[in-house]
Every structure is written in structure tokens, then in C-alpha cells.
């Protein structure tokens, strides 16, 4: 993640607005940031825009076609008879951007996410009609779970008088009782059970919200019976957060790793997902250092395997080819049952058949080809990536949809010569189990983000750059986008075919299972490309 630079005296202009946001005695109700200029050296560095009371529409003034802006809206969400203050992260990126631009910001976007601060839900957008008072309410009620309660039978008119009920008083609105989430906060006893794990007296712990309507975190259970013991604790209606202790056998050393566990169980209100959005940078960090993370809306992939299949990926002694001969690389079930790999017995050419397709030819895949495509190798430093050429077997697990679109798609992030460096999948339809592609790009994370909806599901590779010493070396990031939104029959079908995707998209160096934006950050896939490749400093 690259430091932002200001113009001169800007920064502290832009923290002053920022504050009177949050202020409950100022009628500010926004305020922006952008870059000093559209070119030259000043286009690198960010300068305050503006603040005002006149809420979205005097904000969309500010916002050119040929701009970058980031804004901190307040609205307020009327749940029952209470009036709750929310506040909204605006990152608009005009359809006229220039491609250099737009790839610089990819490397400053999680800096500057930081600066703003903390938000109950994000909202890109890159033209006029995309942002909106309603557009925004719209996103926080579903956030929130309030909707039904504020736009009811009346309509639009009822819905706009209650965000706006407020008498002025002194020329400033009141704003009735503020009830802004707090701060993740844990309890005392979390640090010494935290300490038993790092020491090596206990092997995982866990912990949890005191109730649904609090910040306060208390502990949920600790032991020494490793995962399957913690994974007992993933109860569909809590939020946990915990840690497992695992020993790596690396040749004749025993390393100690560890993994941050983040579980979202799936009966968690919509309110309460919106208010833990805000917990999730305190609570990553409260279990900091961790070797790796995972977060999984399944818990029954929160496993031995699993985890240990991350730990090796992390410390570069994963390997991706699996047959009898590879024990030491144990994986999932699901995702073997969608794999076909040759037995010993089965490696030697089969004879030319006209019948049926036999067990000792190659796996037939559900768009046509009778195996997988050899992907063209990419020119620079792969940087430790495993390549797995062996034939993938969607069978029955998933079809795609114009199979030859897909894997051209995914090719083109992977090759140089092509300026993609971004490619989505998506299911044709809510509850099936038919791929298609849905969109290439060359803007980034930041363009990538913008399909990223909360009622859809979407698997896509990102092509990164990490610089080491004087070398740049290629990374790919495989993204796992589960919408906080989508059905439940669709989730619960997700676990069969994670593993079929996972290998349409090898190789990939790391890979996000993210659920809202703030999950899916250029800061958060770089530490997980550094913590793969070794660069990054763990101090436990």
C-alpha cells in the first residue's frame, strides 16, 4: 500500500472536514477529497475539495467526469423510534479517467480508505445517475435491515420526510439520538487466553460479541483440541473471532504457524452485519501477527486441511499436483471430488476408442473440450506460483457457459502483452451451477470493485505487481465474492463448487473470500501476496 501525499496544508483541511461530518454539533453532512490536478506531479497528491450541509445532490456538483473523489457522507436510518446516524464512503471514479490514474490508485486506495475512516458501508460509482440521496438510503436500509420500516406503502414521500425529520434549532438540525456503532472493544480475559495460545498451553481460542446489540467482546471458548474442537464454536447465529495454533513440518523442523479464524454465521441480521463491517480491521488486529486467515460463510470448511493448505501456500512448500505418491499436501474432500487425477495405473496412453470415454481418458469437460487448455506462460517472475496442469473435471459440479470465453478471459489477465489485469465470473442464474463471463478490465482493483454487488456472487483473478528489492514480479489474487445478500439455497451450494472454481482459475499465488468492499482491499491482497512470497515481517 503506497503513503498518500498532500498538497501543502491540504491534509489538515481535510481532517478538519472530516471531523465537522462527525461532528453532532456541525450541519455538515459531507465532505470530499481529490487529487491536486489532472496531470503533472500534483496529480498524485490530494488536496481537500469541499464540505457542506446540502447533503448527496450539492455533493454530485463536485463530481467531474474526468476526476477521482473520495467523500464521507452522514445520512441518518430511522429504526423504530430511534435516529441512527451512518456514514457512507463515496469513492467516485469518472468514466474519463485516464488508465495511469486509474492504475495509481489502486496502489493509494486502502490509504486512503484509512483516512477517511470508519463508514458502515461503501458505495463506488462512476456516473451521475449511479449516486443519489435514495441510492444511499437505499444501500444503508439494506444494511441495516431497516427498509421495510422506513419506505413503507406511502412511498418515496414517506421516506424522505423521515430521513429528513429534524427541527432546526439555532440554524443547525438537530439530530435526535445519535447511536453511531461503537468500537470493537474485548474484554481483559481475551489477552491472557491469546497468550496461552502463542505460548503453546492451549492450540486455538475463541471469541464473540457479548450480545447482538454489543461492541463488546468477550470469550467464546479455548482448548487444546485444535480445529474440530474450535469449529464446535461456530454457531449459525454468532460472529466469532479466534485463532488456531499449527505446527508446519518443514524437512527435520517443526515450525509454529497460526491462523486468524473470522466466522460470520449465516442467521446474523442484516443489522448486526452492517455494524461488525466496522469491527473487522479492530478485530484482525487484536489477533495480529497471524500467518494466514480464513473466512468462510461454511464451517465445515474450517478444517485441518484447509487451513494447512493455506499455511503451506503462505510459506511456499504447497504442492498443487495431488496423486498417492503427495501426502504430505492433504485437501478438502469437495474440492477432490471435483478434481480427476491419474492413477499410477492410469498414466500410461490409453488406446484409441471409438465407445464411451473410459476412466483412463482424459476427463470431458462440461463446455465441450476434452481438457483443459494450456495456458500461455507468463513472461515474468511468477514469483513461487504453483502451476497445476492437471485436467480439471467440472462434470456435473458446474458448467460453463462459452467455455473457450471464460478461459480466454482468464488468459488474458496472465499474459503481458494484454493489458487486462482483472477478469469476473458469475452464474447465470441466482440458484444454478452455469458459469459465464462477466466482465474483463485494465483499471484495477478499483474497476474490479464496481461489479462487486452484494446480492450476486462473483470468482475473479487480479494481476498485481510486487516489487522486491529492484525486481517486480507478477502476483495473481483469485477473489471469491459471497455477497452479504445472496440467497441461502445459492450459499449453501457454494461448498460444492468451490473446488471445480478454484481450479478454472489456477494458478494463483493467494486468494480473498471477501463479503463487502471493505473486505476486498488493495491493503488486505498485498500483505496476503507479501505474506506468501516471504517478504512480509511477522514479529511473534
Request: glycine share 8%; aromatic share 6%; hydrophobic share 35%.
Amino acid at each position: 500500500m503506497a503513503d498518500i501525499g498532500w498538497l501543502a496544508g491540504e491534509e489538515q483541511k481535510a481532517r478538519e472536514g472530516l471531523a465537522s461530518v462527525r461532528n453532532d454539533s456541525s450541519d455538515i453532512d459531507w465532505a470530499a477529497i481529490t487529487f491536486g490536478a489532472k496531470t503533472g506531479p500534483n496529480s498524485q497528491k490530494l488536496k481537500f475539495l469541499g464540505s457542506g450541509n446540502g447533503g448527496t445532490d450539492e455533493l454530485k456538483t463536485h463530481l467531474e467526469d474526468d476526476a477521482i473523489t473520495f467523500a464521507l457522507v452522514r445520512v441518518t436510518d430511522k429504526i423504530d423510534n430511534s435516529v441512527t446516524v451512518k456514514f457512507i464512503w463515496v469513492n467516485w471514479l469518472g468514466n474519463s479517467v485516464g488508465r495511469m490514474m486509474k492504475a495509481r490508485l489502486s496502489t493509494q486506495l486502502g490509504a486512503i480508505e484509512a483516512f477517511i475512516g470508519q463508514h458502515h458501508v461503501s458505495h463506488p460509482c462512476n456516473s451521475q445517475n449511479e449516486i443519489s440521496h435514495q441510492i444511499l438510503m437505499e444501500k444503508v436500509m439494506g444494511a441495516s435491515g431497516s427498509g421495510s420500516k422506513v419506505i413503507d406503502a406511502t412511498g418515496q414521500a414517506a421516506f424522505r420526510s423521515q430521513a429528513a425529520s429534524s427541527a432546526n434549532v439555532g440554524g443547525v438540525a438537530a439530530r435526535g439520538p445519535r447511536k453511531v456503532d461503537d468500537e470493537a472493544t474485548f474484554a481483559p480475559e481475551c489477552a491472557a487466553i491469546l497468550a496461552d495460545v502463542r505460548s503453546g498451553a492451549l492450540t486455538w481460542c475463541a471469541t464473540t460479541y457479548e450480545n447482538s446489540n454489543s461492541a463488546f467482546i468477550i470469550p467464546h471458548g479455548s482448548g487444546t483440541g485444535g480445529v474440530a474442537e474450535l469449529q464446535a464454536k461456530l454457531d449459525d447465529d454468532k460472529v466469532v473471532y479466534g485463532i488456531v495454533r499449527k505446527i508446519e513440518q518443514i524437512d527435520d523442523s517443526q515450525v509454529v504457524k497460526f491462523c486468524y479464524i473470522k466466522w460470520i454465521g449465516p442467521n446474523i441480521p442484516h443489522m448486526q452485519r452492517a455494524k461488525i463491517g466496522t469491527h473487522a480491521g479492530t478485530a484482525s488486529a487484536y489477533f495480529h501477527p497471524a500467518h494466514v486467515s480464513l473466512d468462510s460463510p461454511d464451517k465445515h470448511e474450517v478444517n485441518d486441511d484447509n487451513i494447512m493448505k493455506l499455511i503451506r501456500i503462505a510459506s511456499g512448500t504447497y504442492e498443487h499436483t495431488l496423486g498417492s505418491d503427495n501426502p504430505r499436501n492433504k485437501v478438502e474432500p469437495r474440492v477432490e471430488a471435483t478434481r480427476k487425477v491419474a492413477t499410477p495405473q492410469q498414466s500410461a496412453p490409453a488406446p484409441q476408442q471409438s465407445g464411451p470415454v473410459t476412466a483412463t481418458q482424459a476427463p470431458v469437460l462440461s463446455g465441450g473440450s476434452t481438457s483443459a487448455p494450456q495456458r500461455a506462460p507468463v513472461q515474468r517472475g511468477m514469483g513461487g506460483v504453483k502451476k497445476d496442469d492437471t485436467p480439471v473435471g467440472v462434470d456435473s459440479v458446474i458448467i460453463l457457459d462459452n467455455e473457450q470465453e471464460i478461459r480466454d478471459g482468464i488468459k488474458s489477465v496472465r499474459l503481458d502483452d494484454n493489458a487486462n489485469d482483472w477478469c469476473l465470473v458469475t452464474y447465470t442464474a441466482a440458484k444454478g451451477k452455469t458459469l459465464k463471463l462477466h466482465a474483463t478490465g485494465t483499471g484495477g482493483l478499483d474497476e474490479l470493485k464496481q461489479h462487486l454487488k452484494d446480492d450476486v456472487i462473483m470468482y475473479g483473478l487480479l494481476r498485481k505487481t510486487e516489487r522486491i528489492d529492484e525486481t517486480e514480479a507478477i502476483k495473481f489474487c483469485f477473489i471469491d465474492w459471497r455477497g452479504d445478500n445472496i440467497n441461502r439455497m445459492q450459499r449453501a451450494n457454494l461448498g460444492i463448487h468451490s473446488g471445480a472454481v478454484q481450479q478454472l482459475f489456477h494458478p494463483y499465488h493467494v486468494d480473498i473470500q471477501p463479503t463487502n468492499h471493505t473486505e476486498v482491499t488493495d491493503a488486505i491482497i498485498m500483505q496476503k501476496i507479501k505474506n506468501a512470497s516471504g517478504t512480509a515481517v511477522h514479529v511473534l
